[in-house]
């Protein structure tokens, strides 16, 4: 599969970006940089050292904290500013400055996870930049996640504590995200994104996974994330390309001028987006910045 347009004037001059036009590229990681087994092409590095070379920012904008990415995505030497935890961090990796933050009320944290623990759910919370998890919920995280990346993930990047809601308590801890699991559970999952939404208002509730659910701070997500950088660097709407495959994806994708959804993006994910490019598996990513550096 190829790059196709998704507007109603399919002539490329009319809906593919003039040159020099794009000065940032956002882009998510898991099914959209990286393969389905959680790797970084050589096309897809060379492509995006190219546009960095062309003087396009490139911008990682994921659902993990900054140490959780990666380690072929925090080497790479053009990568300077970084969308975090579904945008309730923007950072400068190189100064270390917090460009945008949006956090969640300790007590809307523990109302949240009380309420599931009712559910037939595992859940986790990102503070300061680190996951933290029940050791119990971890242990038997095995039952609920069958992707071993994600698995793998769970276990590795979450500090196990005694409970996790005492723990919030105890320090006061503000999160930056909160996530749950399902039992690999679609129909399951999206009942709950529904619920969710609907019994908490004030947050923002979305999904990455089939059989997860994220929950960020209503003022958290990649769109406003995306914004804010935006307005940090004076860069306008018409500037920005952003790259995603999930419902998390989607307010990055519209507030982009042009929003590039994977071949294997969700159905909602496709629709929010102007361009649909190959799957994650087919260097999707490069088959845009190819074409675009074509013109510039």
Known sequence: MQMKFRTADTSPEKIFPSPGQIRLIALDLDGTLL???????????EALSAAAAAGIEIVPATGRFYSGMPEDVRALDHV?????????????????????????????????FEYLDDLPVIYDCYIDSWGYMT???????????????????????????????????EGGYRPQKLQLFTRNDVPYRDYLLHELAERFPDFSVTSSLPNNIEVNSSAADKGLALKALADHLGISRSGLMAFGDSLNDIPMLRAAAWGVAMGNAHPAATEAAVLQTASCDEDGVAVIVEELLKIV
């Open 35 to 45: 393969t389905s087994d959680k790797r970084l092409t050589q096309r897809n590095r």
């Open 80 to 112: 300077r500013y970084c969308i975090l935890i579904n945008g309730a961090l923007v950072i400068d990796s190189i100064t270390g400055e917090k460009i945008y933050t949006a956090e969640i009320d300790t007590q809307d944290a523990l109302a949240f």
């Open 135 to 169: 050791g119990s919920m971890q242990e038997k995280a095995g039952e609920y996640i069958s992707n071993i990346h994600s698995l793998k993930m769970v276990r590795e990047l979450r500090k196990p504590v005694p409970e996790l809601k005492r723990y919030i308590l």
